[in-house]
């Protein structure tokens, strides 16, 4: 248990600094071209420790490893994956990584098309069935600490996140918000 509560304190502190980095007083502060390049630079730096502390920590089983749970969480790590790589490639992918240095200050539109018609968040969707497939897979207390307090931080980063969005798009964002769900999509 004593790797687990370590890996949910790294957990905290690294979606702590991720916001904190992410906030708009620090991107006003290191107003820079290179800005998105850094936040991903360091977003990367912090995140390694914490994965080869996750793969190298002993951990307790917590299901029977069967053929189903690693069928089921082989195809939601699948389908994370896929729907972050959908996500990102949505968006303008040299802008998102921070690799567009000759791009013009130009103001967002919102976007609703693609699997933005479906669900608000598609690339946090990606993310939870990537982290949640990867303890279905593994079945062990660290992966389901991780899905856990990922969860967390994608829920507390998706509220503030949807106030930043109503505050630039106002109306037009709150009749997406009615409209379609946020994480889930409707069957």
Do not use: C
Request: proline share 3%.
């Amino acid at each position: 248990m004593k790797n687990e509560v370590i890996l949910g304190i790294l957990w905290t502190g690294y979606g702590l600094i991720h916001s904190v980095l992410a906030s708009e007083d620090v991107k006003k502060t290191f107003s820079t071209k290179y800005y998105r390049l850094i936040y991903n630079l360091i977003a990367i730096v912090l995140l390694l420790p914490i994965l080869y502390f996750q793969l190298t920590a002993e951990s307790k089983r917590l299901m029977e490893n069967s053929i189903f749970n690693q069928l089921l969480g082989g195809i939601m790590m699948s389908s994370g994956i896929y729907m972050m790589y959908i996500s990102i490639k949505g968006y303008a992918s040299r802008e998102f990584l921070g690799i567009d240095f000759d791009k013009k200050e130009e103001p967002f539109t919102l976007k609703t098309d693609g699997l933005s018609t479906f669900i608000r968040h598609p690339l946090y969707t990606g993310t939870l069935l990537l982290f949640w497939g990867l303890f279905g897979f593994f079945a062990t207390e660290t992966f389901l600490t991780t899905a856990f307090f990922i969860t967390i931080y994608v829920r507390i980063g998706i509220y503030f996140e949807e106030k930043k969005l109503v505050s630039v798009y106002g109306k037009q964002y709150e009749d997406y918000q009615k409209n379609v769900p946020m994480l889930i999509p409707r069957i």
